[in-house]
């Protein structure tokens, strides 16, 4: 069964966050170190949080995995990415672990 680690940057009062570093060092890391155990990645920008509403949240990782075992290994690999978030951001992520099931 798919699981799937969501990564989740809310916006919040004081908050910043370094699109050009995520998408051009951060996720790169993510790439060299986790993606050997990952099937799909998929990074949403926010945008919008409904009509005339300002986003609620900078991005959203989302990572599947073919399994529970898959985001284990990946979890364990993942010191180096966990040790640049400060790098391009001051957010305390938000993360959900979950099973896909559509």
């Not at 069964?1 to 990564?7: A, D, E, G, I, K």
């Not at 910043?16 to 995520?22: A, I, N």
């Amino acid at each position: 069964m798919s699981v799937s680690l969501q990564v989740i940057y809310p916006i919040t009062k004081g908050t910043e966050f370094d699109f050009d570093y995520y998408l051009g060092t951060h996720m790169p890391l993510v790439a060299e170190h986790m993606g050997p155990h990952i099937d799909r990645t998929l990074v949403t920008r926010g945008l919008a949080g409904g009509p005339d509403m300002p986003p609620g949240h900078f991005a959203v990782a989302t990572m599947v995995f073919a399994d529970a075992a898959a985001m284990d290994a990946a979890m364990r690999a993942s010191g180096p990415v966990m040790a640049d978030v400060a790098n391009f951001t001051n957010v305390q992520p938000q993360i959900l672990v979950g099973e896909v099931i559509a």
